[in-house]
């Protein structure tokens, strides 16, 4: 089977706009994961043990 041989090399400018855009995906989906729990805590929805 054939190895790769050529890499691209971001350059520095890339690699900055990478991080940027990986840490706005993070920030959002910490958001997006903490508005789902509050509105699941909010309505009640979460079953304790003695509900059945």
Do not use: C, W
């Not at 995906?25 to 009640?44: E, K, Q």
């Amino acid at each position: 089977m054939h190895e790769p041989k050529d890499f691209y090399q971001p350059t520095e400018a890339e690699l900055q706009a990478r991080k940027k855009r990986n840490n706005a995906i993070a920030l959002l989906l910490l958001v997006f994961i903490a508005f789902v729990v509050f509105a699941v805590l909010s309505r009640g929805v979460v079953m304790t043990p003695g509900d059945r």
